[in-house]
């Protein structure tokens, strides 16, 4: 029986880890922003603020942080496949940086709205380049792990601002988010670049040293082999921005991405995050203070995203995501109930307790899967030659359905009561769970050219290399169109049909009848 523990899982991927927990440094930063208003608008309200504001004010900090992410993704299009993945994280790590320091030295809102446009700006630029170039290096049997790392970071950021923030100047809570990414600024620079993108510049010998740097191995041949395989399959597709959409596949992934990125914020999250306080206060909770509330909240959405990245690789994204859509749904709809009875005048003080237990129920059970699957696939399921434009895309769409969900939340509170966007924000996770019941294809354990074909809806072609065979001289084929070195070059078919065997280096070069993986 194969071992599946988990000293045998992470066996030999300390190189990965290291590589992963530097390059995600900045995502805590990026946390602490996101959450950043909650406990610090009323800071900025109180009279020993440095900087004056209003409610209007409040409100477009908001605003203007989501506006400053939409900004940045066109940006990471052409940085990521221009200058690499891990140049682009260590510019969002400076633009972040640049964003803490306008902020400690605000004296006007301008400079705030400054500060705040740059850190939605850098958040969403590195949000699309950690997760390509984590899914780019990860072993498959822990890239669900991996990928999730960089979501676990954002949730510890935000436990952070939570538990700093109230109590301390505005200025010392951008020193501790300054110190997360000069640490990065100092670190990551050392870190291998994803073979990947490597290999896709040509830059062969490069993409070999980093494969064995973060396998700890100088037996990755068979590996790089693969990658080279799938760069080049890749290559053969056009990269044009349209192409999401008139290639089968791409439309396929942009589908699911768009849905689930959608679904996030239609459950309601962005609008908990930024009103968990006055939703307990509208639910007359007498058992918990706010900002005791807050800080218990995004512990339990921590603990919840900590165990799914451990048990995502071991039983799969799709049940994960259709478990968690359903219960996130349920949890959404109680707290909808409870608000539709007091605001028909029915005595609930009895149960006042129960819209703080649904939405802590909701914390953990949507961390569980909905809130963090999506962000693993994102990574998995666009090909190399497409991934930027394909994450920017989700990306775009997420920002979008923040920025509406908001709104609408706003919008039917007022107009027809609180209870009936949390109608709406349940039936929404509801339908998402038959969505992903029905449309999503499970990725555990799946190389990232076995996923795409998956979404084409053919089978993976054999990896054994047989003379005569048909399929293999089909894949093969397109090495004529690439210039490889002479110590890793593959062969065009031989005239018989079948191909000649991909030429490694003379040290790691197999016969015909060895190359069987």
Not at 184 to 199: A, D, G, K, Q
Not at 383 to 390: E, H, L
Not at 423 to 432: D, I, Q
Request: glycine share 6%; proline share 5%; hydrophobic share 50%.
């Amino acid at each position: 029986m194969r071992d599946t523990s988990v000293t045998q899982i992470f066996k030999g991927t300390l190189p990965q880890l290291i590589a992963v927990i530097t390059g995600t440094m900045s995502a805590l930063s990026d946390g602490m922003h996101y959450g950043w208003s909650a406990p610090l608008i009323p800071v900025l309200q109180s009279d020993t603020s440095p900087v004056k504001i209003t409610e209007y004010d409040a409100a477009w900090l908001e605003n203007i942080y989501l506006l400053g992410g939409i900004a940045g993704l066109p940006v990471t299009i052409f940085l990521v496949d221009r200058i690499g993945r891990q140049k682009t994280i260590l510019g969002a790590c400076v633009t972040s940086l640049i964003a803490w320091t306008t902020i400690a030295a605000a004296t006007s809102i301008e400079c705030l709205y400054a500060a705040r446009f740059l850190a939605g700006f850098s958040g969403d630029v590195n949000f699309v380049a950690a997760p390509m170039y984590i899914a780019e290096i990860a072993d498959q049997k822990i890239r669900g792990f991996l990928s999730g790392v960089i979501y676990l970071m954002m949730l510890i950021g935000i436990l952070i601002i939570y538990s700093v923030g109230p109590f301390v100047p505005v200025y010392a809570s951008c020193v501790v988010g300054a110190v997360f990414l000069i640490f990065e600024l100092i670190t990551y620079p050392f870190m291998p670049e994803s073979p990947y993108y490597l290999l896709a510049k040509n830059r062969y010998e490069a993409a070999q040293k980093s494969l064995r740097r973060l396998r700890g191995t100088q037996n990755v041949d068979k590996e790089l082999q693969e990658i080279a395989q799938a760069v080049q399959r890749q290559r053969s597709e056009r990269g044009r921005p349209q192409d999401l959409l008139l290639v089968k596949s791409n439309r396929k992934a942009l589908l699911i991405m768009s849905v689930l990125n959608g679904s996030q914020h239609l459950s309601s999250i962005s609008v908990i995050l930024m009103n968990l306080h006055k939703i307990l206060e509208a639910a007359g909770s007498i058992y918990i203070a706010p900002k005791a509330a807050a800080i218990i909240f995004s512990a339990v959405m921590l603990s919840a995203a900590s165990s799914a990245s451990f048990v995502i690789d071991r039983y799969g994204r799709k049940i994960l995501l259709t478990t968690s859509s359903f219960l996130t749904g349920l949890s959404l709809l109680v707290v909808a109930i409870y608000f539709q009875l007091k605001n028909s005048d029915v005595d609930v003080a009895a149960v006042s307790w129960i819209p703080t237990v649904a939405v802590m129920v909701y914390a953990a059970v949507f961390k569980m899967g909905l809130g963090m699957v999506p962000i693993v696939m994102t990574a998995e399921l666009f090909p190399a030659r497409v991934k930027a434009m394909g994450i920017t895309a989700s990306n775009m769409m997420y920002l979008v359905f923040a920025l509406v969900s908001i709104e609408v939340y706003h919008v039917l509170s007022e107009k027809y009561g609180i209870q009936v966007p949390f109608f709406m924000f349940g039936g929404a996770c509801l339908v998402t769970a038959v969505f992903s019941a029905f449309f999503i294809p499970e990725t555990k354990g799946k190389t990232l050219d076995e996923i795409q074909f998956i979404l084409k809806g053919e089978p993976y072609p054999p990896r054994g290399l047989e003379n005569g065979s048909k399929n293999n001289a089909e894949h093969f084929s397109l090495a004529k169109t690439v210039t490889w070195p002479s110590s890793l070059q593959i062969h065009q078919p031989t005239e018989t049909g079948g191909p000649d065997p991909i030429q490694l280096p003379r040290q790691i070069r197999r016969s015909k009848n060895d190359v069987t993986a």
